[in-house]
């Protein structure tokens, strides 16, 4: 555990070498979904995953604050903790927005950034993810696969199975094959964290604030893998892609490449992150 700032934060640490900090998605979810994928990513190099606060096995009293600045410093809380002057940092959906707001706030103290279909830069663009994704979760195909599992006794023969394959059909709209969802390892959102990191960004859009800070403190070439199937817009991510001067990678998945073309994936970051 680290103890920073107050709360504890579940640490998990795989493989040797260069260090890199890996960032879940959520807010308030846990680092577990990423396996055991991103462990493939360990090859030559350290990976160094943490249950964010307010999610996972980082639980926090209702009355502690988790919104996106608290989590900014727990991150460089974290990069003290190590002893480290900057931080490689990969950053999966909602971590690939935290890694960005990091660098906002401590350009000088990031010295590689690998984005992984990250959280849209803007209020805007999120609107529109959430819409696409409500679309998603009214097809037909996905309905009828809800309507079998309600129909089929299934929650009391075998409530666990039950329990599987109604997470599956919860992130359908996060595939572009809904099916996919069952390679999928099943994680839980703490909806008050979710709620209140959003709600700490308000009306949010980060765009001029990262063309000026990019202007000051210019990063070396960073990462950005986004899914052309994604219900996060595409678009967000390939501003940010030219305002940090760098090429997107775009693979033909949805919004979970780890899952959804596992191998194209770890060949999109392997030669980047660094490594022994």
Known sequence: MFQVNGVSLFERRVGTGPLIVVLHGGPGAHHDYLLPQYDLL??????????????????????????????????????????????????????GLLALLYYLEHPERVARLALVSPASPTESYR???????????AAPEVQAEREAL??????????????????????????????DATRLTPFRVTARTQDLVWQS???????????????????????????????????????VAAILGTELVELPVGHCPHVEATEEFVAALDGFLPRA
Do not use: N
């Open 42 to 95: 360990a090859r030559g190099r350290a990976l160094l995953y943490y249950d964010q606060r307010g999610g996972g096995r980082s639980p926090v009293p209702r009355d502690t604050p988790v919104g996106w600045r608290e989590h900014v410093q727990d991150l460089d809380a974290i990069r003290g903790a190590l002893g480290l002057d900057r931080l490689t940092l990969c950053g999966y959906s909602w971590g």
């Open 201 to 239: 960004l308000g009306e949010y859009d980060i765009r001029p604030r990262l063309r000026e800070t990019v202007s000051r403190s210019p990063l070396p070439a960073p990462r950005i893998v986004h899914g052309s199937f994604d219900p996060i817009p595409i678009a967000g991510s390939r501003e």
């Open 127 to 137: 609107r529109a993810f959430e819409a696409e994704f409500a679309r998603r979760m």
């Open 150 to 179: 309600r129909a089929s006794g299934l929650r009391e023969r075998d409530p666990e199975v039950y329990r599987k394959r109604a997470f599956e059909l919860s992130v359908a709209g996060y595939f572009r094959d809904f099916r």
